[in-house]
C-alpha cells in the first residue's frame, strides 16, 4: 500500500495503460490527479480522482499540475492511435 494517501499526478491518463494506472491507484487509496489532452475521456468517477484537462507542452500549465504532487508517473505520448500503425 506503498501509494495510500499519497498524492499522484497520472499524465496521459485517458491511454490505455493510463487507465489501468489510474484505477489500481485509486485502489490502493491513492489521490491521483488525471491529466486529459483534447477528445480524450478519461470515464472513471471517485472521490479521490481529479481530472484535468492539460497540454503537457504548455510550460506554465505543467507548472500548475505538479503542485503539490508527491509522486509523477508521466504516462502520455504523441501518437496518431492504432490505426496509425496498421498497414
Known sequence: ???????VLVTGAAGLVGQEVVRRLLEE?????????????LDTKHPNLEI???DLRDA???????QDQE???????HSRGVQAHQG
Not at 500500500?1 to 498524492?7: C, E, L, P, T, V
Not at 487509496?29 to 475521456?41: N, S
Not at 506554465?60 to 505538479?66: F, L
Open 52 to 54: 484535468v484537462p492539460c
Open 29 to 41: 487509496g491513492a489521490r491521483v490527479r488525471a491529466t486529459v489532452f483534447r477528445e480524450r475521456k
Open 1 to 7: 500500500m506503498f501509494y495510500r494517501n499519497k498524492n
Open 71 to 77: 509522486i509523477v508517473l508521466h504516462l502520455a505520448a
Open 60 to 66: 506554465p500549465a505543467c507548472g500548475r499540475i505538479v
